[in-house]
């Protein structure tokens, strides 16, 4: 590399003055920028990617740095350049930054796990809807799951009984081969045993080798009071078994809360529409509403009770969850307009319209005279 004659600072784009961090993260962005493989047959990214190397080589090594900055290339011109400290050394010292740049790029985005074959199981989802009496009460509630188990056959091996996996000579058991590229290596998952580091040359006949088999389960799931809509529930090590004796995924239980026939829910509280006449909200009266408990409760209303009103039922809401706190019930009046009049209740609301007063409507009334100052205001 002695023939190399670009100042390396200005190869690596940082001042005389940088530190090693500096030094590291520079040399990091270009190298990842003209790296061969993001620039196939580009030889100038490979010209780049090599001057790039050079320098970081050199100045990254506090005595060849000094040397450097004395001497400049001069330094290694009778004694190689400053990439002349054997390949091995080389190889080692771009490890661990080609193993953070591209590691997750060569390797397809599995970096851990794949090595002894004992990989992870699928984490599984099972949706479950419930009454929101249940979610009031809580429930045990038993599920089946279609997911695979750990072979019983093989004990999840994979292999054949009476015979076991065998070291993939591929890679001698590591899962990995090192492949040459250009002046330095480039480290894959073996192609052979597909990262597990042994193969499995007579399969068990009941799993194909996979070590694991399709089977419902059935479990019991416990539902507390109080659960929400949209909850969440791990069953840990509930999921699909891992692959050859891995360790077994999670069960998350998605809940649902079916839509009620009168109440509705907001957090602990719960809301309940209650239509009554206009003869009943004019005069006062009372009426019988469910509660969520599965009990009754009355609920007297005053005289000239409007459209909204909301009375409360103190502790008659949901339990709030992992607590002894107990919501609300809301009451809210609907007065409901008389439809299909006989000749005689239109008559009697007529003689009742006639004999009425501002003060029997004080809203209307106070609304229509706003209405009328208004238009003589403006002069409509």
Same mark, same amino acid.
């Given at each position: ?63 060849? *740095? ?177 692959? *050859? ?66 009375? *409360? ?68």
């Amino acid at each position: 590399m002695s023939s190399i004659k670009i100042d390396f600072y200005e190869v690596l784009g940082v001042a005389r003055t940088a530190d090693e961090k500096v030094l590291k993260t520079a040399f990091r962005k270009l190298a990842m920028q003209y790296h061969p493989d993001r620039n196939p047959g580009d030889p100038s990214s490979e010209t780049k990617f090599k001057e790039v190397n050079a320098a970081y080589e050199c100045l990254k090594d506090p005595q060849k *740095r000094a040397a450097y900055d004395r001497f400049g290339h001069a330094a290694f011109e009778n004694g190689g350049g400053p990439g002349s400290a054997g390949s091995g050394d080389f190889s080692a010292s771009m490890s661990d930054i080609f193993d953070n740049i591209f590691g997750d790029f060569m390797g397809g985005g599995r970096r851990q796990g794949s090595r002894s074959g004992r990989e992870r199981g699928a984490d599984l989802r099972y949706n479950m809807e419930i009454s929101l009496e249940e979610a009031f009460a809580g429930k045990t509630a038993e599920i089946e799951v279609p997911t695979k188990i750990v072979c019983k056959t093989c004990s999840g091996t994979g292999a054949k009984p009476g015979s076991s996996p065998k070291v993939c000579t591929t890679c001698e058991g590591h899962g990995k081969v090192r492949a040459a590229q250009g002046f330095f290596s480039i480290e894959r998952t073996c192609p052979t045993c597909y990262g597990r580091g042994e193969v499995i040359s007579d399969p068990c006949l009941e799993c194909n080798g996979a070590g694991r088999s399709t089977e419902k389960r059935t479990l019991s799931v416990n539902i507390p009071s109080g659960i929400e809509d949209g909850t969440r529930i791990r069953l840990a090590s509930e999921g699909e078994a891992g692959l *050859r004796g891995g360790p077994a995924g999670d069960l998350y239980i998605f809940l649902s809360i079916k839509p009620h026939e009168f109440f509705q829910r907001d957090g602990a509280d719960i809301f309940c529409r209650v239509p009554v006449s206009m003869t009943t909200a004019a005069l006062g009266g009372e009426f019988q509403v469910p509660t969520i408990d599965g009990g009754k409760t009355k609920v007297k209303i005053p005289e000239g009770t409007q459209t909204g009103k909301q009375f *409360r039922l103190k502790g008659k809401g949901m339990p709030v969850l992992r607590s002894t706190r107990v919501g609300e019930m809301y009451i809210q009046v609907a007065v409901e307009t008389p439809r299909s009049l006989t000749r005689r209740q239109r008559e009697l609301l007529e003689e009742f319209e006639k004999a009425s007063s501002a003060e029997n409507n004080p809203d209307s009334a106070g609304f229509f005279a706003r209405v009328r100052d208004l238009f003589d205001k403006f002069g409509a």
